[in-house]
């Protein structure tokens, strides 16, 4: 097969946007062969990429929001294949390839194809794979709770708007985190499971972290009652929180949460009041800019459980 042959994985609600259309009419022009397939319902991610896999293409493309890409790279991962993945963002908020510097345009985007790819870790939690982050809190269900309809008019500025009109809500919950030389519990406002440095439409929860370290970052936001109090004024008046939170870098964390803590994985809600997230080092290979804030210097080193 040509090495420059690749599969375009597309979410349904892209099908007639015109820049991907342009994009990979450019493309072809550049002699590159593409094959683009839809997604329409669940599941459909998974077949398509077994599917690419079985006809024997070694990159594929994901077009879509940070579902969608979490939905491809973690088919992808389960496949253990050598095969490549290029992203093209065409979501809301979009947060794993903005901190890694992605294009946002889809023509740019697939002049990824022609970077090396580097491995990347994914995270990994009962079974289900994770690209960006696992969140839970406040700004989890401001995530969940932000309308579609918001998201097309505002953007990702949809996910600000939201929160400051459910910051009545405003509550902690219980937690309990536990990892290799790692132990905090107590109430919490917001908290951060990372492989990518932000969620919810840009909010920076892991601003250190690495996509290639064969870590998790881990960002706490503690709920004294005076900082539930006088939070919406540190916000208002410009504030940074960032030295408020508790922050570790794990191969593993075990958490323990109470009712009220609501969790969820690339946007999408996760059950259970006891889980384990685990980093799994260099499971995908990724077309990243050169020079992308997600990636080292150093080799991945693999760290035991």
């Given at each position: ?180 030389d790692f132990h905090w519990h107590g ?54 929180i960032s030295n408020m939170f508790v ?59």
């Amino acid at each position: 097969m040509s090495e420059r042959k690749a599969m375009l994985i597309l979410h349904g609600k892209q099908a007639l946007n015109e820049e991907v259309r342009a994009a990979v009419l450019a493309k072809r022009e550049q002699g590159w062969e593409l094959a683009v397939r839809l997604t329409w319902e669940g599941g459909d991610a998974q077949r398509l990429v077994e599917e690419a896999l079985a006809a024997g293409y070694t990159q594929l493309i994901a077009g879509g929001g940070d579902g969608t890409l979490r939905d491809i790279a973690e088919a992808m991962a389960k496949q253990s294949s050598d095969a490549s993945l290029v992203l093209m963002p065409l979501g809301t908020a979009n947060d794993f390839a903005r901190a890694a510097g992605v294009p946002l345009e889809p023509e740019a985007a697939l002049e990824l194809l022609d970077v090396p790819p580097r491995a990347i870790d994914l995270g990994e939690v009962g079974g289900q794979i994770f690209l960006n982050m696992a969140t839970g809190g406040f700004g989890s269900q401001v995530t969940a709770n932000t309308s579609e309809d918001l998201k097309k008019i505002l953007g990702g500025a949809a996910y600000l708007f939201t929160g400051l009109t459910r910051f009545s809500e405003l509550h902690s919950a219980y937690g309990e985190l536990q990892g290799p030389d790692f132990h905090w519990h107590g109430d919490l406002l917001a908290l951060g499971i990372g492989n990518g440095r932000q969620a919810g439409g840009g909010h920076a929860l892991c601003p250190d972290a690495l996509a290639d370290d064969g870590l998790l970052d881990i960002s706490i936001l503690p709920a004294p009652q005076e900082l539930v109090g006088t939070l919406r004024d540190l916000l208002t008046e410009g504030w940074g929180i960032s030295n408020m939170f508790v922050r570790a870098r794990l191969p593993w964390v075990e958490i323990k949460v109470a009712e009220g803590l609501d969790i969820n994985l690339d946007g999408e809600p996760l059950q259970g009041d006891s889980l384990r997230f685990s980093a799994r080092p260099g499971a995908l290979r990724v077309h990243l800019p050169l020079g992308s804030p997600l990636l080292s210097d150093s080799p991945v080193l693999n760290h035991p459980d």
